[in-house]
């Protein structure tokens, strides 16, 4: 079976070619030279650089598949959840492309396929599983008792870790998206020279929470005048991916107390951290569980883990003989539903 998967949740165009579970190709066309002046996406800009790209992007996808529309039998779209205007660009294009070409169209939501990135290079997960998903839209853990069950059982409160560090980094003229500079500039600084008091919900919730880091980061700067050109930047960030990576794995261990599960996912843009991936491999390790990390570039948003979703849904649908249909309905939705 080959399926056509867009996403346009956010700022990358992306399409993807699945012949069954083989990626044949995967375009990811970014936006952040777009949006880099303005320090964060501009949704308006964003929606109308994906209405520019979408055509070129999805040609490229067929042509480097090696594959023409009329061989595709299924197509599946992101519906939700992200910036309505983008959405909606990626729905209508393949909502064209299923009518004309009279195919069933699965809408997907984004979280979730961001999760199915893991499954999609790593076959065999045991269930139950905890999927920590970072990324800068997000922070919310899943707990998932088996294949394509998934349970939300936290989420963050205010800002998503990836928007904290983006946020911080703009404060920092360091560029746009900020976690990978950051990254970069924190690989040599000292992690312990700066303190963040980690944060931790008084409800017994596995909620996350990271305007307070970003607060006390704020702080820090203005108290040590760090800059750009600051002696101590190094060591200041370094000091901030470890305050985000710790606030992180402390919830998932509050959460393991109570979530008895046979294996630990970490997914989303963030996921591309080397310290979080070192870090989660640690944890994983000293709870006595394997722990599965989609590779960097299934990471970021990406089409592919649209499409593997879409097929593990067909495939579970037929298993209960239902029908995948030309949902011509699909709308597009903001937030994790309810
Ligand atoms: O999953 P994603 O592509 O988009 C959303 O669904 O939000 O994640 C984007 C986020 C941004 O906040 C970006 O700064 C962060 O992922 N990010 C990273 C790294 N690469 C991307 N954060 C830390 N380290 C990285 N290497
Ligand atoms: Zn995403």
């Given at each position: ?29 970014s ?106 839209g ?17 989420k ?49 919730s ?6 307070g880091?970003?607060?006390?980061a ?62 989660f ?40 003989r ?8 699909l ?8």
């Open positions: 079976m080959h399926l056509l998967a867009i996403e346009t949740s956010c700022d990358e165009t992306s399409a993807a070619v699945l012949s069954d579970l083989e990626v044949l190709s995967n375009i990811v066309l936006q952040d030279e777009i949006h880099a002046p303005y320090g964060g996406i501009v949704p308006e800009l964003a929606s109308r650089q994906h209405l520019k790209s979408i055509g070129f992007v999805v040609e490229e996808s067929l042509s480097r598949a090696k594959r023409k529309l009329d061989q595709i039998d299924v197509f599946a779209v992101t519906q939700g959840p992200g910036l309505v205007g983008s959405l909606l660009v990626g729905l209508s294009f393949a909502k064209g492309l299923a009518f004309y070409y009279r195919k069933p169209l699965v809408g997907i939501d984004h979280v979730e396929a961001h999760i199915e990135a893991a499954f999609l290079e790593h076959g065999n997960i045991p269930f139950p599983a905890l999927a920590l998903l970072v990324s800068g997000h922070t919310s853990l899943f707990c998932l008792p088996e294949k394509l069950d998934f349970s939300l059982v936290g963050t409160r205010d800002d998503a870790a990836g928007e904290a560090l983006d946020k911080i980094a703009k404060f920092l003229d360091l560029g746009y998206p900020g976690g990978p500079v950051i990254e970069r500039l924190a690989e040599k600084g000292e992690p312990r020279r700066f303190a963040f008091a980690i944060p931790r919900m008084t409800d017994r596995f909620d996350f929470s990271f305007s880091l970003k607060t006390a704020l702080k820090h700067i203005k108290s040590e005048k760090i800059s750009k050109t600051h002696p101590a930047l190094m060591d200041f960030l370094a000091s901030f991916e470890e305050a985000v990576t710790k606030s992180l794995l402390d919830n998932l261990a509050r959460a393991l107390e109570v979530h008895k599960v046979k294996s630990l996912i970490l997914c989303g843009g963030v996921a591309r951290n080397k310290r979080l991936r070192t870090r491999d640690e944890f994983a390790r000293t709870h006595g569980l394997p722990s599965f990390i989609p590779s960097a570039k299934l990471c970021t948003d990406n089409a592919a883990m649209v499409g593997a979703l879409a097929l593990a849904r067909i495939e579970h649908d037929k298993k209960g239902k029908k995948t249909a030309l949902s011509l309905d709308d597009a939705y903001p937030r994790i539903p309810v």
